[in-house]
């Protein structure tokens, strides 16, 4: 049976609260796995010397793939022989996709690489999953109200200890970035053993992000 892929929280940490002149400060955190639903694709390719990155672009436009940025990054001899070949302009190509279409776009550019077309002489890839930003912006909406309630209750708890009553809150202040990857791939060469497709066959890939709060609050004696 297939299931979505579910949303998982991880509390990394609730620093201690601290009673300071200004009030009680009490930062808290929490890392959350953010399911992945874009696919980053990476192409180095080599080209005649002749060639150009329009060139390059509409061969990769015809293989597939959507309005690739291509650009020029110098020139080099082509290594895949020995003694090393003629020089070729070296050219890099990035595009975001929908990670559902990853698989399909990989068997594109493999086609491509094994039967290439002028002006490319030489291609690599790579596809890396990860969540997009409106992902991490709908999750921050989610999680930021649950860490200021954590917030909340580890600065009454030292409030208590301390003989005071918690006020209000005098400052609020957030942050956030990615703690790590969890499940991305990066994937080369052949898919033809991925027979299930995204997201089946690679799994269940995400983004870790952390979310920081840091909230003063006002003491009453």
């Known amino acids: 049976m297939r299931h979505a892929p579910a949303v998982l929280f991880t509390v990394l940490c609730c620093a201690a609260a601290a009673q300071t002149l200004d009030g009680i400060n009490a930062p808290v955190s929490r890392t959350v796995t953010i399911p992945a639903d874009e696919a980053a694709v990476t192409i180095v390719a080599a080209g005649s010397l002749d060639s150009t ?4 672009k509409e061969a990769l436009q015809n293989a597939g793939l959507p309005n690739p940025t291509v650009v020029a990054t110098g020139l080099g001899q082509d290594s895949s022989r020995y003694p090393p070949g003629s020089a070729q302009m070296i050219y890099s190509a990035t595009v975001t996709i929908a990670a559902g279409s990853a698989i399909d776009t990989a068997n594109r550019l493999e086609a491509l690489r094994t039967h290439l077309v002028a002006p490319l ?3 690599q890839y790579s596809i890396a999953f990860n969540a997009s930003q409106a992902k991490v912006d709908a999750m921050r909406q989610t999680v930021l109200p649950q860490l200021m309630e954590e917030s909340r209750k580890a600065a009454q708890s030292l409030a208590a200890v301390a003989g005071v009553k918690l006020g209000a809150v005098r400052s609020v ?18 898919f033809s053993s991925f027979l299930l497709g995204y997201p089946s066959a690679l799994g269940s890939s995400g983004t870790q992000y952390t979310f920081y709060l840091n909230v003063v609050f006002a003491t009453v004696p």
């Open 173 to 190: 202040s957030d942050s956030g970035g990615t703690y790590g990857l969890v499940l991305t791939s990066r994937v080369f060469g052949d």
């Open 53 to 56: 990155s329009q060139q390059v």
């Open 121 to 123: 002489q030489n291609l």
